[in-house]
């Protein structure tokens, strides 16, 4: 069975602090994305990753083709950073944007 | 651009009555997708679509049909609801290029069936 773990569950910051979520898959993967689920529910697309690293803002996102794994980095975190983080991964190239995802990492950072 | 728009936002069913979730996006995105997402569980995929006039089964079809008629509108009927289909459905339309791909999703509907 091709599985998505993320680790941690749940995840207690304080403001300012670095923040890392981990995220493991199975079998070989096409590509992987990050996702932010926003306390009232709302999704959105962070990064897709195929190799390496990508950056966005305060984001920073890894991943290790051989090690099965990613990382989901936030530096100098915020409170409106809460939210409930999701890794998906494809399995299928070509026009099969099929995704599986992980169960979710609900982070709080307190001010 | 509205993006992916959903409605309704809530519904309330009782077991055995239909309905139908509806979806749109003004992107013009081939793929769109239908999700729902359960209490301790990641989003699971239901059907998902590859272009008008195909659609295609996920992980947990049963329950449930889609059609494709128009690039822009992709909705989900309930045949017959059981309270096993109280979740959060999402609806999520993919743009997709040679290099990359992301995912637009709707608000959500939160359906709960008695």
């Known amino acids: 069975k091709n599985e998505v773990e993320q680790s941690p569950q749940n995840l207690t910051a304080q403001e300012g602090e670095f923040i890392t979520i981990n995220c493991s898959y199975s079998?070989?993967?096409?590509?992987l994305h990050w996702l932010q689920q926003h306390p009232g529910g709302g999704i959105v697309s962070l990064f897709m990753?195929?190799?390496g690293k990508k950056k966005h803002g305060r984001l920073i996102a890894t991943i290790n083709i051989q090690e099965k794994h990613s990382s989901l980095h936030i530096t100098a975190s915020h409170p409106r950073d809460s939210a409930v983080y999701i890794c998906?991964?494809?399995?299928?190239?070509?026009?099969?944007?099929?995704?599986?995802f992980g169960k979710g990492t609900l982070l709080t950072v307190n001010p | 651009n509205a993006g992916v728009t959903q409605t309704p936002k809530f519904q309330v069913l009782k077991t055995g009555q239909s309905m139908t979730l509806q979806c749109a996006q003004d992107?013009?995105?081939?793929?769109m997708s239908w999700y729902r997402q359960d209490p301790g569980m990641g989003l699971r995929l239901i059907h998902y679509?590859?272009?008008?006039?195909?659609?295609d089964q996920g992980e947990v079809p049963n329950g449930y049909n889609v059609s494709r008629s128009t690039t822009e509108d992709f909705p989900l009927r309930l045949l017959s609801a059981a309270p096993s289909q109280t979740s959060v459905y999402f609806c999520?339309?993919?743009?997709?290029?040679?290099?990359?791909?992301?995912?637009?999703f709707g608000p959500g509907t939160r359906l709960t069936v008695l």
């Open positions: 999520a339309s993919t743009l997709t290029t040679p290099s990359t791909d992301t995912q637009y």
């Open positions: 992107m013009n995105h081939e793929y």
């Open positions: 990753l195929s190799s």
């Open positions: 998906a991964v494809r399995y299928g190239g070509g026009s099969n944007y099929k995704l599986t």
């Open positions: 079998v070989g993967i096409s590509a």
């Open positions: 679509s590859v272009g008008a006039g195909i659609t």
